[in-house]
């Protein structure tokens, strides 16, 4: 989970902005980025504090609460999504008006039951051939690098409809 990520999301905020505002390196925030909060230091506390505009206490205290509800990344546009690819999040929740493009491209793949029927079917031999096809018509699409890399990593997980405005993407190596 990218307890940072989401905490900077929910103020508005990612970690550039945090970088621009006061310095801190983004590699030692995309380090940070990994791990529990108890693990911050505390001039990673005062940077985002400073960039967040509220205290560090608050802070630490609104990140160890974040920590305990086991939150999930939200995603409204495709930067975020391509952010919780990067993160390897096993659980992404798409809201607003991007859950219609998500659904569009939900509609191409096919179904866990489809998927298995044909890997049963041909022994495994069909998920070989359909990579070599993936790749073969991605080497071709006119289609630009964001979206190309939202497909590819989009196959990785599962989708399921919470309601009607919120989509819930699953990591499916979870399921084994």
Do not use: C, H, P
């Amino acid at each position: 989970m990218s307890l940072l990520d989401i905490y900077l999301q929910r103020n508005g905020k990612k970690r550039y902005d945090v970088f621009k505002e006061t310095g801190i390196s983004q590699q030692m925030l995309s380090s940070v980025n990994k791990k529990s909060v108890s693990s911050y230091s505390v001039k990673t506390i005062q940077a985002i504090a400073k960039t967040v505009g509220k205290s560090e206490g608050m802070v630490l205290d609104e990140l160890l609460q974040l920590e305990k509800e086991k939150t999930i990344f939200e995603v409204y546009n495709a930067e975020e999504l391509l952010l919780a690819f990067d993160n390897k999040e096993s659980f992404i929740v798409i809201k607003g008006d991007y859950k219609i493009k998500i659904e569009e491209l939900a509609k191409s793949q096919l179904s866990d039951t489809e998927t298995l029927g044909l890997e049963l079917g041909s022994a495994g031999a069909v998920t070989i051939l359909a990579e070599g096809f993936y790749q073969l018509a991605n080497l071709f699409s006119k289609k630009d690098d964001e979206q190309k890399k939202i497909e590819s990593q989009f196959r990785k997980y599962k989708i399921k409809k919470i309601n009607e405005s919120e989509l819930l993407l699953s990591l499916r190596q979870l399921d084994y």
